[in-house]
């Protein structure tokens, strides 16, 4: 009995393992630039201090990301930019530089271009981009940024900075616990750009979390749950069967 409920417990904490990480993909399905995060089963040997591995368990791994590009949406906002196809922006954040998709951009009160989230978004001098005070902002496709000073002329217009955009292999990155990308190698040194990278203004790309994919998924992580617990539950009746079978023996 005990190797029943130990097999049916292992595969319930597995299953409750998994559903983490798929109620955190639908909690970002809004999320813009979110990748979704993988999540597998795999088996690992059983060792005691003596003896040979006879036994094999199973743990939840996220081997990685869904590196799928997700929906354009189209917002009409100057400060919006979305990268086509693969490649990433760089932002600055206390530990260092790290990688994003989301391009829903503002200027904080120290004129720096920013995430929502704050970050200082990166130029190709690896340095923060300032804004001119209440200048209008444009962005070139190669991530060229262009300002109009306010009552400034049309020909008037200069050149600010430039985005840094990257393109790493997705094998080399490693999420972050804030969702941020990051080299996985910490003596990496800065992000090379790649001008092969390009970039749309006015649009956003939403998360590549597949709502009703995930959504299913979770259900059938609900119903093995249930299984698992019905074997234990079945486990312990006949257990208490027995114990009453040698009782009457007795």
């Known amino acids: 009995m005990d190797r029943i409920v130990y097999t049916a417990a292992g595969g319930a904490a597995r299953v409750l393992e998994q559903q983490a990480v ?4 639908m909690a970002n399905v809004s999320t813009t630039g979110f990748r979704a995060e993988l999540a597998n089963y795999r088996s690992v040997p059983i060792v005691a201090d003596q003896g040979l591995p006879t036994r094999v368990g199973t743990v939840a791994s996220t081997p990685g990301s869904n590196f799928e590009q997700g929906a354009m949406a189209q917002t009409g906002n100057a400060l919006d930019v979305a990268i086509t196809g693969e490649g990433w922006f760089s932002v600055q954040t206390p530990t260092g530089e790290a990688l994003t998709r989301a391009g829903e951009l503002a200027v904080n009160p120290q004129g720096q271009l920013v995430t929502q989230q704050g970050l200082p978004i990166l130029g190709a001098n690896n340095g923060p981009i300032e804004i001119p005070d209440r200048g209008t902002v444009t962005f070139t496709s190669d991530g060229t940024i262009t300002a109009l000073g306010a009552g400034d002329k049309p020909n008037d217009i200069q050149v600010i900075g430039q985005l ?8 080399s990155l490693a999420r972050g616990d804030d969702g941020l990308f990051r080299m ?24 590549n979390v597949g709502a009703a994919e995930t959504m299913v998924g979770m259900i059938a992580n609900a119903r093995q749950f249930e299984a698992q617990m019905q074997i234990i539950q079945t486990a312990s009746t006949n257990a208490e069967r027995a114990n009453s079978i040698l009782s009457s023996n007795g």
Not at 164 to 171: E, R, T, W, Y
């Open 184 to 207: 996985q190698d910490p003596n990496a040194g800065p992000v090379r750009e790649d001008p092969n990278v390009h970039i749309v203004s006015g649009f956003v790309e939403k998360s």
């Open 164 to 171: 840094k955009l990257s393109n790493p292999p997705a094998a």
């Open 22 to 25: 798929l109620s955190n993909n």
